[in-house]
């Protein structure tokens, strides 16, 4: 099977041609000011100081420890000014001065005693814009504090946890004078939406929602009620093209995840991207990758904007990896299709991708019958996201080589209350060891430069730089440098716990830092032991370990 | 409580109820990121041969586990569920053996167990609708009832006996004994309720738009805070109609009921 992937995947990349790249926005310098580096979402840093000859000598500079290790370390942090603000578990913001470490404040935001859903206790970051610091909370609020001292502004919730069960774990994004939130619930009854904040009042101004209501465009494709219950979370972060004026989305899985009985139909806009006008929320286009998903594979994950040269002629792109594996290309301009290929070799959702970006042969878990599906739930890929190098072109993400056994149920919804329409238990793909890998990608073609492999999924995200590095962690805590062009080991420093959060880089007084989260949790991890069993002994953490050249 | 009086009176777990409970943990438990099938643990911990007593099972079960993921399962399930599923749970914690390969899952255990509303069925249609999420506006993104909604108005059980007279009134009526007027140093005026005052801070719902904004403010930024009666209910009650209103009253009279039995 997954030769006949390769067949079809080749087929497809035979058409466009990776070419140059132009100047493009996506670099961040001094400041990491958005959740993905740039709006463009490329996780990239123009900063050279720390090089392929300098790496050597990186030594830890100073560490910050959270207090809270319950379910990871996985925050993104925002530098801005020489300000790092940072978040943990349980909704905790820290503002640290990003040169030595000290705290400047701190907000504790209070939650319930009892979340009570499974998309706790985690949170991935703030945004920071103007003198506000943004954050959703595991009960479901967007609070706005002071970005000078912390003082809460303004609080506002979204919709009540206790009915919707639903919450935000990921990190707003600020568009002018918006902030932009998606919730989770996707493996919930519940019904999707994005939500725009006034930032500097807090009031509501619009809504979209990823599961169009009655009379609407596209609500044709839910059957009977199942529009209200259909998932299509949008859990993690978008980004913004300026020049388009254009905000990016990731919608997640349609629910129940594993059983599409009762909603037949193509369920827009699950498993797609969405561009919406930012000041309306208007829907521009939308490209869905996966009609009808019966396996749970979000394509809620990051949006790259890419500026490539496709065929001869310059284009505006966005990649956007699944969870079930596949990493698309579209046009960012209109959402036509590009190109599809996978990030993973056993993979067995589908054949392939056909040329106009459709699925070829289906392969669905079936009623009360368990049925084996590569990859797994936790994804060819998880959430922790990709690095593009405008030096090499070439796009940097990992791949999980896993599979399981899913049984679809049907299932009754009830509000707010988890609806998957299955169960699953981890196996190994057939014939081959169970591991993650970190590869080099031609972003167009999908052709693998290199690959560097671990015994366990990679479940922390990449980070690419000038100085043609890329930086990331492994599940055994390891932080690590790799050249940025062959994959090769320059420098390592164990941080005592795995890595589940994004590093970033950013400079104070004509410094170079890198920083990165290490403390190992999360649901990912928590599903880990079924086929990693000592990986249920893997210590928690959560301290912010940063380094410089002495 | 009849079954936790059930429960209690055993003292190993009962075939039929572990039947029941096999049923409902697949569908409620071992889903998604927590336990696993069988209990084998997902994120959630293990629970096979765990050796963990059937009170303990029975409270976290029942009440949840503070400050983690696990939820208490009391008025989500239902009394036979609830007390099936701690059956179960404590039969996979007394079995150390490791679950064949192939049961996943019971064959063709049929839908839905979950139960919702466990009230009376001529309430249900009023709790529908006072938290219908088909609806941007409705009564729970603002009011709290029976454990679900949001606090930022009035209390409605505590409108008490006279409730079902004056409900449909008051939510088409203009004025509100509530709501304020804030004007802030800096120009802004907006109708609010007032939820805390300080020294030094002022802790007001801004109303303008749906859902409020609980924003703090610094006492020198609010420049007046007046009774104002322009802010009118019926701008969030429009999207229900007379009848929806008194099915609503319904649901809290018979809420008003339970709580003063």
Request: glycine share 12%.
């Amino acid at each position: 099977m997954p030769g006949f992937v390769f067949l079809l995947s080749a087929l497809i990349l035979a058409g466009p041609a990776a070419g140059r790249v132009r100047a493009q926005d996506g670099p961040t310098g001094a400041d990491w000011p958005h959740y993905g580096g740039s709006y463009q979402f490329w996780r990239y840093s123009s900063l050279d100081q720390v090089n392929r000859k300098t790496v050597k000598k990186l030594v830890p500079v100073w560490a910050f420890q959270t207090g809270i290790v319950d379910g990871g370390l996985q925050a993104t942090p925002i530098v801005l000014d020489g300000v790092m603000y940072l978040t943990s578990s349980w909704n905790r913001v820290f503002a640290i001065d990003a040169a030595t470490g000290d705290e400047i404040w701190h907000y504790y935001y209070e939650n319930p005693r009892q979340i009570g859903i499974i998309y706790s206790p985690w949170n991935r970051g703030v945004a920071v814009s103007g003198p506000r610091v943004f954050m959703g909370t595991l009960d479901n609020y967007v609070v706005a504090l002071d970005r000078k001292t912390g003082r809460e502004l303004w609080k506002v919730n979204v919709e009540d946890l206790r009915q919707c069960g639903c919450n935000i774990t990921g990190a707003p994004l600020v568009v002018k004078d918006k902030v932009i939130v998606g919730v989770t619930g996707g493996d919930s009854a519940h019904r999707g939406y994005l939500t725009a904040f006034d930032a500097a009042t807090g009031r509501l101004v619009w809504r979209f929602y990823t599961i169009p209501g009655p009379g609407e465009k596209g609500h044709e494709t839910w059957e009977g009620d199942s529009w209200k219950y259909g998932g299509g979370a949008t859990w993690m972060t978008g980004s913004y093209d300026p020049h388009l004026d254009l905000l990016y989305w990731g919608v997640g899985n349609p629910a129940a995840d594993f059983y599409g009985g009762d909603r037949r139909g193509s369920n827009l806009y699950t498993d797609s991207v969405i561009a919406l006008d930012p000041d309306t929320g208007e829907l521009k286009w939308y490209h869905q990758q996966i009609p009808h998903d019966v396996w749970d594979w979000d394509s809620a994950y990051e949006c790259v904007l890419l500026d490539l040269r496709v065929n001869g002629r310059d284009r505006k792109l966005l990649l956007n990896t699944n969870k079930g594996g596949y990493t698309y290309v579209v046009d960012r301009t209109t959402g036509e299709f590009i190109s599809a290929w996978p990030v993973v070799d056993n993979l067995n959702w589908i054949e392939g991708v056909g040329p106009n970006g459709e699925l070829i042969g289906r392969n669905e878990p079936v009623l009360d019958k368990a049925k084996l599906i590569c990859p797994s739930i936790g994804g060819g890929r998880q959430w922790n996201q990709g690095a593009y190098s405008p030096r090499t072109g070439w796009y940097y993400t990992t791949g999980i080589e896993w599979c399981q056994e899913v049984t679809a149920r049907e299932e009754e919804p009830q509000e707010g209350m988890n609806f998957f329409g299955g169960v699953f238990k981890l196996k190994e793909a057939p014939g081959v060891d169970h591991h993650g890998h970190l590869d080099a990608y031609d972003p167009l073609t999908g052709k693998k430069h290199w690959s560097y492999r671990s015994p366990y999924p990679f479940l922390a995200s990449q980070l690419a730089t000038a100085g043609d590095l890329v930086f990331s962690g492994d599940a055994e805590g390891l932080f690590f440098a790799l050249d940025a062009l062959t994959g090769r080991k320059l420098w390592g420093f164990q941080t005592g716990s795995g890595h589940r959060g994004s590093a970033i880089t950013y400079s104070v007084a004509g410094r170079q830092y890198i920083a990165t989260p290490s403390g190992w949790g999360s649901a990912v991890a928590g599903l880990m032991p079924q086929l990693w069993p000592e990986t249920e002994d893997f210590r928690a953490g959560s301290t912010l370990f940063v380094f410089a050249l002495p | 409580m009849i079954w936790l009086l059930l429960v209690l009176a055993q003292s190993s777990p009962d075939p039929d109820l572990v039947a029941r409970g096999e049923v409902v943990f697949a569908q409620s438990c071992a889903t998604g990121y927590c336990h696993g099938s069988a209990g084998t643990a997902g994120r959630g911990p293990r629970l096979r041969g765990t050796g963990l007593s059937r009170d303990r099972i029975l409270e976290a079960t029942r009440d949840g586990i503070p400050r983690s993921a696990m939820p208490g399962w009391e008025g989500k399930l239902s009394g036979t569920d609830l007390s099936a599923v701690v059956e179960y749970v404590w039969s996979l914690a007394m079995d150390t053996r490791e679950p064949p390969a192939d049961e996943s899952m019971p064959p063709g255990t049929g839908p839905a167990v979950f139960v919702g509303f466990d009230g009376p069925e001529h309430v249900s249609r009023g709790r529908d609708l006072f938290f219908d999420a088909t609806r941007e506006v409705r009564c729970g993104t603002c009011h709290e009832a029976g454990g679900r909604g949001i606090p930022v108005g009035p209390d409605l059980l505590a409108l008490g006996d006279g409730l079902q007279a004056s409900l449909v009134g008051k939510t088409r009526s203009r004025r509100s004994s509530h709501v304020l007027r804030a004007r802030l140093a800096d120009g802004q005026d907006f109708a609010a309720l007032r939820v805390a005052q300080e020294e030094d801070r002022v802790q007001l719902y801004d109303l303008t738009t749906i859902p409020p904004v609980l924003r703090t403010f610094l006492s020198d930024e609010i420049q007046s805070l007046a009774e104002d009666g322009s802010w009118e209910h019926r701008t969030v009650s429009a999207e229900y109609g007379d009848d929806e209103l008194r099915a609503i009253v319904d649901y809290l009279a018979w809420l008003n009921a339970r709580k003063s039995e």
